[in-house]
């Protein structure tokens, strides 16, 4: 069964730094599409970047391009989010999630997440 | 990248049916056959429901339906139960490989 698992959150204080994991096993890892997608406190859901299934090509959020990386290591099966600069905005839980379908298409399988706190 | 609109609630009794919307733009819902849908309960991940507008992943109740007209796409829901309470969330591919969510409908069963 696919399971994913993201770790790495905390508290940080504005402007610093964190780099999220997100480690998978069920599926062919290396044949999948990734996203990192973010929920604030009693907000809604927020796409935040995707990754394709060998890394080559990385696609953000206008909200967080230039400060977060995405990034995969196939052969240890994780997916990456460094994450810099931060605010008091990017106070969320942090989900990783799999492609559905190897392309552009739906998000089917999603982790429970990692809570983000940006504060001083 | 502006989000989806969906109603903020809706509810209905059960057996009834309700329907949840989700309004775009051509620039995302009305130009890509890529709109799933997704459920969550309070402190859970989200599962989705409707994949491709229309199709049900393997598992999920045949009481859920998706559709699409123009810009808006639609998440039916018929014979609720009391457990179909929670938040759903319509999501679009939106081109160049980005997404868009709606805000989440909290559907409360009566």
């Known amino acids: 069964q696919v399971q994913l698992v993201e770790s790495g959150g905390g508290v940080v204080q504005p402007g610093g730094s964190l780099r999220l994991s997100c480690a998978a096993s069920g599926f062919t890892f290396s044949s999948y599409g990734m996203h990192w997608v973010r929920q604030a406190p009693g907000k809604g859901l927020e796409w935040v970047a995707f990754i394709r299934y060998d890394g080559s090509n990385k696609y953000y959020a206008d909200s967080v391009k230039g400060r977060f990386t995405i990034s995969r290591d196939n052969s240890k099966n994780t997916l990456y989010l460094q994450m810099n600069s931060l605010r008091a905005e990017d106070s969320a839980v942090y989900y990783c999630?799999?492609?559905?379908?190897?392309?552009?298409?739906?998000?089917?399988?999603w982790g429970q997440g990692t809570l983000v706190t940006v504060s001083s | 990248q502006s989000a989806l609109t969906q109603p903020a609630s809706v509810s209905g009794s059960p057996g009834q049916s309700i329907t949840i919307s989700c309004t775009g733009t051509?620039?995302?819902?009305?130009?890509?056959?890529?709109v799933s849908w997704y459920q969550q309960h309070p402190g859970k991940a989200p599962k989705l429901m409707i994949y491709d507008v229309s199709k049900r992943p393997s598992g999920v109740s045949n009481r859920f339906s998706g559709s699409k007209s123009g810009n808006t796409a639609s998440l039916t829901i018929s014979g609720l139960q009391a457990e179909d309470e929670a938040d759903y969330y319509c999501?679009?591919?939106?081109?160049?490989?980005?997404?868009?969510f709606g805000g989440g409908t909290k559907l409360t069963v009566l």
């Open positions: 051509s620039s995302d819902v009305g130009g890509y056959n890529y």
């Open positions: 999630a799999k492609d559905g379908c190897g392309g552009d298409c739906y998000l089917d399988y």
């Open positions: 999501c679009s591919y939106a081109g160049s490989s980005t997404w868009v």
